[in-house]
């Protein structure tokens, strides 16, 4: 089982970017999915998540409005376009996954179990 996270990259402030996180080794189409960040020097936080369905999306306050998750179950990918960005959305970003038999998803780490390796969002100012 793998997820694997691309998309990431340097970008000026008020552009945009689309993260792709890919899973492989079974089907994730019954998982909550979700993405977190984690800043130089900081921890690890939520920043979106979506049900198994697509029809529910949670959001960080600090990106509600900026950015969307979303979901192609057919092609077990989910996306994160983030639009607005901003310096301080500097960081590693991580996909998730939530198996519904053993996890439940939600805002919280703990919810997930199922970690992709990561990709590096850099912002200038």
């Known amino acids: 089982v793998q997820l694997q996270a691309s998309g990431g990259g340097l970008v000026q402030a008020g552009g945009s970017r689309r993260l792709s996180c890919a899973a492989s080794g079974r089907t994730f189409s019954f998982d909550a999915m979700g993405w977190f960040r984690q800043a130089p020097g900081k921890e690890r936080e939520f920043v979106a998540a979506i049900n198994w369905s697509g029809g529910s999306t949670y959001y960080a306050d600090s990106v509600k409005g900026r950015f969307t998750i979303s979901r192609d179950s057919a092609k077990n990918t989910v996306y994160l376009q983030m639009n607005s960005l901003k310096p301080e959305d500097t960081a590693v970003y991580y996909c998730?996954?939530?198996?519904?038999?053993?996890?439940?998803?939600?805002?919280?780490?703990?919810?997930?179990?199922?970690w992709g390796q990561g990709t590096l969002v850099t912002v200038s100012s």
């Open positions: 998730a996954a939530a198996d519904p038999r053993t996890a439940e998803g939600g805002r919280g780490l703990v919810g997930y179990n199922y």
